[in-house]
Every structure is written in C-alpha cells, then in structure tokens.
C-alpha cells in the first residue's frame, strides 16, 4: 500500500510563505503525475498544482505565479513553495499521486493564513 506523508503545514500571516513536502513510500518515478489539492472548510476539494514523470507542471489559476511545484525522484518527495499567501489559501492541503487509474492521498496538512 502506498503511504503519502505531507509535512510542513502551519500559521502564517498574509504575504508570508510555506513549503510543503510530501514523502512517498515507494519511489516516486512509478506515478505519471503528482500533485497537491486543497479543501477549505464548507468547499469541494480542488487542484491546486500537479507534476508529471517529465516534469511539466499545471496550476490553478488563483495559486500561479505565487506557488511552484516540484518533485525529487531520488528522495521520493514532492514539494509545493507557497509565496505571498492570502486568507484564501486557507485549507487543508493533500498530497495525491496517480498510478495508472489508481489515486493515492495523504492524511493532509492544515495551512492557515491570518490576516
């Protein structure tokens, strides 16, 4: 069974950053794209940001420009650098790789941003 671990989440005021990691318990390389998704109370969970096995990345239209995405196939992490944050990326953040129709999650992590 494949585990996804994020880390990194926590408190920031508004126009501060955050990374976000998530670690793999398989290597990385078998999933043909990874990707982060946020939940924010009340709404439907959304992308946010995914990375394919060669490295092409697609962003949500609210996070681009401030957000960048990567993936490290030799420590089996995926990462999300998240600039200038607004109240509005309040959420919970999920890590999800894909494995042919398979998609795997993680528990989440809470990132909140004060204004």
């Known amino acids: 069974q494949v585990q996804l671990v994020e880390s990194g989440g926590g408190l920031v005021q508004t126009g501060g950053s955050l990374r976000l990691s998530c670690l793999a318990s398989?290597?990385?390389?078998?999933?043909?794209?990874m990707g982060w998704y946020r939940q924010a109370p009340g709404k439907q969970r959304e992308l946010v940001a995914t990375?394919?096995?060669?490295?092409?990345?697609n962003y949500a239209e609210s996070v681009k420009g401030r957000f960048t995405i990567s993936r490290d196939n030799v420590k089996n992490t995926v990462s999300l650098q998240m600039n200038s944050l607004k109240p509005e990326d309040t959420a919970v953040y999920y890590c999800?790789?894909?494995?042919?129709?398979?998609?795997?999650w993680g528990q989440g992590t809470q990132v909140t941003v004060s204004s």
């Open positions: 999800n790789a894909a494995f042919g129709y398979v998609n795997y």
């Open positions: 398989e290597r990385i390389f078998i999933f043909s794209v």
């Open positions: 990375v394919d096995s060669g490295g092409s990345t």
